[in-house]
T-cell receptor, first 114, second 117 residues
């Protein structure tokens, strides 16, 4: 079945760049997403990329997609303490009778040290 | 961006009672809403897909008689945890898909923390 893998922890210093990596298994995924979850809160959509794109940039966020290797990454430039959160990678499932629900990774906890 | 609200944000109930959680899309009509459950320090687990005007589709292993889902309008879906037990304590999150958006991204509610004593 579909599976999304992420490393669980990442620690960086304020001002550095953060790179969060994700691998997925469903080659038919059309959209891949990055969500941010702060403690005790719901998920906030950060950005998404369509599968026919290699890169998408949105202010401090850069998403890279290697469809051949099924590898997705999120780069946060000039990481701030407010970026500390859990980041979830997700792919949109298309199989059988599914209605395009999202398959989530376990999340990467980003800690930003001042 | 689109806004999805959940109510209540947290609830404490006694074992054996039922709890209803509401999920509303505030500025768009959502034909499809999703209910997730998140255990501490874990990912989101999809429980069911809720379609307006029809029965919900439950994921394998989720008891449909325990987790009742109703999607009576295009802006409201409810999840009722019936005869709650301590093991039902969790963070429940709903999401709604905006059909007018090509990428079909889901917008998430802030979550409801359920504690069953």
């Amino acid at each position: 079945g579909e599976d999304v893998e992420q490393s669980l922890f990442l620690s960086v210093r304020e001002g550095d760049s953060s790179v969060i990596n994700c691998t997925y298994t469903d080659s038919s995924s059309t959209y891949l997403y990055w969500y941010k979850q702060e403690p005790g809160a719901g998920l906030q959509l950060l950005t998404y990329i369509f599968s026919n794109m290699d890169m998408k940039q949105d202010q401090r966020l850069t998403v890279l997609l290697n469809k051949k290797d099924k590898h997705l990454s999120l780069r946060i430039a000039d990481t701030q303490t407010g970026d500390s959160a859990i980041y979830f990678c997700a792919e949109r499932a298309y199989y059988g009778g599914s209605q395009g629900n999202l398959i989530f990774g376990k999340g990467t906890k980003l800690s930003v040290k001042p | 961006g689109a806004v999805v609200s959940q109510h209540p944000s947290w609830v404490i109930c006694k074992s054996g009672t039922s709890v209803k959680i509401e999920c509303r899309s505030l500025d768009f009509q959502a034909t499809t809403m999703f209910w997730y459950r998140q255990f501490p320090k874990q990912s989101l687990m999809l429980m069911a897909t809720s379609n307006e005007g029809s029965k919900a589709t439950y994921e394998q292993g989720v008891e449909k008689d325990k987790f009742l889902i109703n999607h009576a309008s295009l802006t409201l879906s409810t999840l009722t945890v019936t005869s709650a037990h301590p093991e039902d304590s969790s963070f429940y999150i709903c999401s709604a898909r905006d059909p007018g958006v090509p990428a079909g991204e889901q917008y998430f509610g802030p979550g409801t923390r359920l504690t069953v004593t």
